[in-house]
């Protein structure tokens, strides 16, 4: 095994992972350290660790039997259930593909409370204000390949809020209907479901899990004779916390035509034809386990997972590369189709597993 050296002594709490979650082998090599963001800046808290300090004893490693990434070390369920009650309570892309976030209005109003955090040096809300305003000028599809998003997004990092301001009309003009399968847009796409049902054959029945509001759920409820959203309670992942105004996101499902909701515990061996799975597997601690519960319960999965080239996220147990999902497929005797093209703009990859 070949790993730098990590800073353990002030991460106590966190477990080693000492073989595969997938193969179970214990042959891995270095892969990459995470980069900071949301949740290493709450998990450190939490922890009571500095944040680069818990960045570098969570190492990705890679399988080398199957390709898996995974982080050598993980988190006591507790403070995983804490993350999700109590620091990041909201799914904040599931909310967004719900919002009206993606407004040239809104992004200016955002723009003024970045500037106002600046000025009272209140770290924590500035860096809140500077990734939110990141992710508004990533889902200009107007803006790719244009010389002035670099100069943009560098004077948001800078905290430059006039030389932002000096290009309000190029923004104004430039933000139409947000990226497809970026955060403002989520997975709710019609070409991609169309594509699922060509590729899987007939689906009578649609199920998701994970987030209620950023799938294919509302496509699906008025195309196929049962939807469903399922219910499964797992740590590492928003839960019943996840409110707007006191309405937990599931009660968003109450307003689409035709999705019912059910445990996922409930659901009888063949049930469904086809599951989405959309950004959820690599949050899991044993997705092996899992996706043989899934694949009881349904023929076929479309996967949604990260592209393999990125470093896995801190808040991520586990990253897919083909090597795994090829590993995955064998092993429940599933073909792999991946040749959705649309998707891959967005740093993510689907994978329909039949
Ligand atoms: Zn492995």
């Not at 660790?49 to 507790?78: H, M, Q, T």
């Not at 190029?170 to 989520?186: N, S, T, V």
Request: net charge negative; hydrophobic share 40%.
């Amino acid at each position: 095994m070949n790993e730098g050296s990590t800073e353990t002594a002030s991460c106590e709490l966190l477990h080693e992972v000492s073989s595969c979650p997938l193969c179970g082998s214990t042959e891995r090599d270095s892969h990459s350290i995470s980069s900071a963001n949301l949740y290493s800046e709450k998990l450190a808290a939490l922890a009571g660790v500095e944040e680069a300090d818990l960045i570098k004893a969570l190492p990705n490693a890679e399988c080398r039997s199957c390709g898996l990434i995974y982080k050598n070390r993980w988190f006591p369920r507790p403070l995983l259930e804490a993350l999700f009650r109590d620091s990041v309570p909201l799914h904040p892309k599931g909310w967004d593909a719900r919002s009206n976030r993606f407004t040239p209005d809104n992004f200016f109003a955002e723009l003024e409370r970045y500037k106002a955090a600046l000025q009272r040096n209140d770290v924590e809300q500035t860096a809140r204000w500077r990734r939110a305003l990141l992710s508004i000028i990533d889902s200009i599809p107007a803006l790719e390949n244009y010389p002035d998003r670099l100069a943009i997004e560098s004077a948001i990092e800078l905290g430059d809020c006039a030389a932002v301001c000096s290009r309000k009309a190029l923004i104004r003009e430039a933000m139409d209907e947000p990226a497809p399968f970026k955060r403002f847009a989520g997975f709710r796409s019609r070409e991609m479901w169309d594509w699922c049902l060509e590729r899987s054959g007939k689906v009578a029945a649609y199920a998701e899990l994970g987030c209620p509001l950023w799938g294919m759920l509302p496509i699906a409820g008025s195309r196929v004779e049962r939807a469903a959203f399922l219910s499964r309670p797992e740590p590492n992942y928003w839960g019943s916390s996840c409110r707007m105004d006191g309405r937990p996101c599931t009660a968003a499902l109450g307003s689409v035509t035709g999705v019912e909701q059910k445990d996922w515990n409930g659901v009888k061996p063949g049930e469904f034809d086809l599951i989405g799975l959309f950004q959820y597997l690599d949050h899991l601690e044993n997705p092996l386990a899992f996706m043989e519960e899934l694949f009881l319960r349904a023929r076929s999965c479309a996967l949604i997972l990260d592209d393999f080239s990125q470093p896995t996220a801190i808040q991520h147990f586990t990253g897919w590369t083909l090597k795994a999902i090829q590993w995955l497929a064998k092993h429940f005797g599933k073909r792999i189709d991946d040749e959705f093209e649309p998707i891959r703009a967005s740093g993510n990859r689907l994978y329909l597993l039949c």
